[in-house]
């Protein structure tokens, strides 16, 4: 690419100059910025950023890529980096990177410049940008979404971590014929962060919820509801917590934490999984710490999570999977307007070589209750 000045959307993209020095060492020292860009060197120096300035930019141009500072339009000050590398010619294909100061954050400087970027790259030849994120980066997941970006799938262990190791990375990609604007997305956020009745709440769950919810998710009575029944490890539900964002940000699973909405305490949790994108299909689960059963929360929060579906999710059938024997379940569903559609012999996996029966019941638009 030309190293030519791209003024768009409220953010310049410059070379990076002599003057940017203590400016490219706070930003590119921030912790989670180094965090989440493990290449740079740590602790990040005023020698690294006069590397970067005379020896580092240049030769990422000079490699058929980008690296550009985001400067600010009014002061011209340095406010992070975005750049173009892993060109592949014969593709048309490249790879995109960037980072904004933590003081220059949440105010769209990095949409504003991937955006820039990404049309100019579009327009100038190269037909598939690829974005590579950490799962555990929602802000820069929310970015590659707000630019045009779709989540394409998972690299496992693409990524390098610092100090050794491997990370999975998400992939987005923007074809330059993508529509413009943001990437539809298949679970949108909820309106003000929840959903509520006044007796219960629905939020996203998060990394400070995986206490509850291997409690939740260790009680017999939820893992004999369950397929495999066979209790969670502790692990993976830390890693459940913390990827609720990402999950739901890639359109996988939206899964939510139901509290009383007086008290504020846990009652349980629920999800939305996408079980058929293109038919407009969602499958829910959901459960309840046992001093919150028998006050009808379950039957309120199922009730707000099919609102949501079919409202603002845009989901036009919501099945629900249980064992047969399982009658609190099924008047759970039931009292949402949920109706009994059929017995799936040995759909699911049970313990050792078993399979279990899976009984469905289904709810369309119209008989939400
Ligand atoms: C990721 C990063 C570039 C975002 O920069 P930014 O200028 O603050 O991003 P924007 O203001 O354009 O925000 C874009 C979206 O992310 C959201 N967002 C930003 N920071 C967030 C955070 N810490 N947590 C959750 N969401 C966040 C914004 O609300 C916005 O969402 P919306 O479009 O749904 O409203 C910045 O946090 C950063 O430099 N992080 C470290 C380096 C890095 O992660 N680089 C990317 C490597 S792939």
Not at 215 to 233: D, G, I, T, Y
Not at 247 to 255: D, M, P, S, V
């Given at each position: 690419m030309t190293p030519e000045v791209i003024e768009a959307h409220g953010v310049r993209l410059r070379q990076v100059a002599p003057t940017d020095v203590a400016d490219l060492t706070a930003g590119c020292g921030d912790p989670v910025n180094l965090r989440f860009n493990p290449g740079m060197p740590q602790p990040y120096t005023e020698a690294d950023a006069r590397w970067w300035i005379t020896e580092g930019s240049p030769a990422a141009w000079a490699a058929g890529g980008a690296a550009y500072t985001i400067a600010d339009p009014t002061t011209d000050r340095l406010i992070g980096g975005a750049g173009i590398g892993q060109v592949v010619a014969a593709r048309r294909q490249a790879e995109m990177g960037y980072w904004v100061a933590p003081w220059a954050r949440r105010r769209g400087v990095a949409t504003a410049a991937l955006r820039a970027l990404a049309d100019s790259a579009l327009r100038n030849g190269i037909h598939r940008l690829e974005l590579m994120t950490h799962a555990e980066n929602p802000a820069s997941q929310r970015v590659a979404l707000a630019a045009g970006f779709r989540h394409e799938g998972v690299r496992r262990q693409a990524g390098q971590l610092r100090g050794g190791g491997r990370a999975d990375l998400l992939a987005w990609v923007r074809l330059a014929d993508d529509p413009?604007?943001?990437a539809p997305r298949l679970l949108p956020d909820l309106p003000d962060g929840g959903l509520t009745d006044g007796v219960v709440t629905l939020r996203r769950l998060g990394p400070d919820d995986a206490?509850?919810?291997?409690?939740?998710?260790?009680?017999?009575?939820?893992?004999?509801?369950?397929?495999?029944?066979?209790?969670?490890?502790?692990?993976?539900?830390?890693?459940?917590?913390?990827?609720?964002?990402?999950?739901?940000?890639?359109?996988?699973?939206?899964?939510?934490?139901?509290?009383?909405?007086?008290?504020?305490?846990?009652?349980?949790?629920?999800?939305?999984?996408?079980?058929?994108?293109?038919?407009?299909?969602?499958?829910?689960?959901?459960?309840?710490?046992?001093?919150?059963?028998?006050?009808?929360?379950?039957?309120?929060?199922?009730?707000?999570?099919?609102?949501?579906?079919?409202?603002?999710?845009?989901?036009?059938?919501?099945?629900?999977?249980?064992?047969?024997?399982?009658?609190a379940s099924h008047g759970v569903l039931e009292r949402v307007g949920f109706r009994r559609e059929g017995l799936l012999r040995g759909r699911l996996p049970g313990l050792a070589d078993a399979r279990l029966d899976d009984l469905v019941f289904g709810l369309l638009p119209d008989e939400l209750r």
């Open positions: 413009p604007g943001p206490e509850v919810m291997y409690r939740l998710h260790s009680r017999p009575e939820v893992v004999a509801n369950q397929a495999p029944p066979v209790p969670p490890a502790r692990a993976g539900v830390e890693e459940r917590c913390l990827l609720a964002e990402s999950a739901w940000l890639t359109g996988t699973i939206a899964r939510l934490l139901i509290l009383d909405a007086v008290t504020g305490e846990p009652a349980g949790s629920c999800g939305l999984s996408i079980s058929d994108a293109a038919a407009g299909e969602g499958s829910i689960g959901y459960a309840l710490l046992p001093h919150q059963r028998g006050r009808g929360l379950a039957t309120r929060a199922v009730r707000l999570l099919a609102g949501w579906a079919f409202g603002p999710a845009g989901l036009a059938r919501l099945a629900a999977g249980t064992v047969p024997a399982n009658t």
